[in-house]
């Protein structure tokens, strides 16, 4: 999947926010969406790329992927339940 042709319902921008900043921002936005649709989380985090995957799993959405972007990481969830 071409994750840059992606275009989310909504975007999160955690780029400044340190562990669990960008995963509680990911919790709170999630519920702002609807079912099948899509959030983008910006995160300068290393640690997301560890937290979004055990976060997807855990809840039952599904995680699409993360890119790489100049400084930080935007990573792809789709709203499940």
């Keep these: 999947m071409d994750l840059s042709a992606i275009v989310p ?3 999160v921008d955690a780029r400044s926010m340190a ?3 960008p995963l509680l921002e990911a919790k ?3 519920g702002l969406i609807k ?3 899509t959030i983008e989380v910006q995160s300068g985090d ?3 790329r560890e937290d979004f ?3 997807c799993n855990k ?3 599904e995680l699409l992927g993360f890119l790489e972007k100049d400084g930080y990481d ?3 969830v789709v709203r499940k339940k």
Aim: aromatic residues 12%; contains cysteine; proline residues 8%.
């Design 74 to 76: 935007s990573f792809y």
């Design 28 to 30: 709170k936005s999630i």
């Design 53 to 55: 995957p055990a976060w």
């Design 46 to 48: 290393i640690g997301s």
């Design 9 to 11: 319902t909504k975007t």
């Design 19 to 21: 562990c669990p900043g």
């Design 35 to 37: 079912i099948g649709e």
């Design 59 to 61: 809840v039952g959405h």
